[in-house]
């Protein structure tokens, strides 16, 4: 038996983690904590939980533990996951891994001392539809891949009180206004596409030029909501590979989706992206994260003789999996990147492997982050050093 136990019990924790470990049944939910005890209680109440907690010290002493999830803001990530690499619990932390390069360092060295498994939650790389866009640029069906763009917007900020799921308000405000969060929508979003980008090219970002702004702040005059980070951010990256980036996300306006053509349809933001290769490109375009739905990937290739649109035909892809109990019941999903994210790190305790996803992966996000803070800073590009492969 695996004996687990999930810090924070938010919004990442409910859809991320704790329905896909109940469903393992050689995986106990040993105890869950969160700052208040109504949402630790529920949490282990709703998902088979043996006992809940609001000092995560307390639970650290008290339970004998395998794991832990670490569902929390970011400020708290590098303080939690440290006190239980020093027990020696394999850790998976939500992203970002840390709000800085040397927190991330620190974690990478208690874990390599301990031994224990330390992997962060970009659970994107366990998307069906992003693992066959990794497939197609490796195949080389796009040929040499010169450009990448990922759009992700919301209104959210422009207009919470109509926008804002009202179980979600509290989840977005620490975003907003929580002066030790460590970034605003740029360190809440780049993470994962970085992470994806370089997963998919192989290849490391080499410079970043930022541009952000608070538009709530700034220009609507509104210091309650508007906090001290940005909410629009537009990123121009190069990789070592002589790829180009760009990333723009802000929650305070919403693009509206490519192939959709309604935004992502439901939910409250709209996400999508392009890949140019010199033998052909794609789209991609994602439902809500909560969603069964896979993205829809429309591509146009110089390989593909197929008669179709002018060229372009959409990605084949697994089926939505439909079951009693809806997108989030366990059982229902096998899809899901979430729950295959989930399955990962239980096989890799299980089997003493390591995770697709590396500390050391999570720490790039973070340096790419830090870079994009001192390009606002100093006002312009700012060149990488290369990676770090050793600490200890
Ligand atoms: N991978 C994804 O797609 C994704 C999506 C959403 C959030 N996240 C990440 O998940 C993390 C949490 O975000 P969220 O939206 O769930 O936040 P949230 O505000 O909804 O939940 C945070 C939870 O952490 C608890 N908490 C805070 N500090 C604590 C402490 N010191 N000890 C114990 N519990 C503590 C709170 O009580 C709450 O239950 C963040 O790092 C965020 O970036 C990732």
Not at 155 to 165: T, W
Not at 308 to 329: C, I
Request: proline share 6%; glycine share 8%; charged share 25%.
């Amino acid at each position: 038996m695996i004996r687990l136990a999930v810090v924070g019990c938010g919004g990442a924790a409910w859809i991320g983690h704790l329905p896909w470990i109940w469903e393992r049944p050689e995986v106990e939910l040993t105890a869950t904590c969160a700052l208040d005890e109504v949402t630790a209680r529920q949490a282990a109440q709703r998902w088979n939980g043996k006992s809940w907690y609001v000092d995560y010290g307390e639970m650290l002493s008290r339970e004998r533990l395998d794991a832990v999830v670490i569902a929390t803001p970011p400020d708290t990530h590098a303080e939690l996951a440290l006190s239980a690499l020093e027990r020696g619990l394999h850790v998976l932390i939500e992203k970002p891994m840390a709000r800085t390069v040397a927190e991330c360092d620190a974690l990478i060295v208690a874990a390599e001392r301990c031994g224990a498994i330390l992997t962060v939650g970009h659970e994107k790389r366990f998307n069906p539809g992003f693992e066959a866009i990794k497939r197609i640029i490796e195949d080389g069906t796009l040929g040499h891949v010169f450009y990448l763009v990922v759009h992700w917007s919301a209104a959210v900020r422009l207009d919470p009180d109509r926008l804002c799921p009202p179980d979600y308000r509290t989840s977005y405000e620490w975003r907003w206004t929580s002066p030790s969060a460590g970034g605003g929508i740029l360190a809440d979003h780049l993470p994962h596409y970085l992470d994806l980008w370089r997963w998919w090219t192989d290849a490391e970002l080499e410079s970043i030029d930022v541009q952000l702004l608070n538009v709530r702040k700034d220009l609507i005059g509104d210091q309650l909501l508007g906090g001290p980070h940005e909410d629009f951010a537009v990123a121009l990256m190069k990789f070592t590979n002589g790829c180009v980036g760009v990333f723009e996300s802000g929650n305070v306006g919403r693009g509206l989706s490519p192939i959709l053509h309604i935004g992502s349809g439901v939910g409250e933001w709209s996400e999508y992206g392009m890949i140019y290769g010199t033998r052909g490109h794609l789209v991609f375009d994602l439902l809500p994260w909560d969603s069964p739905e896979m993205p829809r990937i429309m591509m146009y290739s110089l390989e593909e003789k197929r008669p179709s649109y002018r060229g372009w035909f959409q990605v084949e892809l697994p089926d939505p999996y439909r079951a009693p109990g809806g997108p989030l019941s366990p059982r229902s999903n096998p899809h899901y990147q979430f729950k295959r994210q989930m399955d990962h790190f239980i096989d890799c305790i299980a089997n003493n492997a390591a995770p697709r996803v590396t500390a050391w992966d999570g720490r790039a996000t973070v340096a790419a982050v830090e870079a994009a803070y001192r390009s606002r800073d100093e006002g312009g590009r700012v060149t990488l050093s290369a990676p770090l492969r050793a600490l200890v």
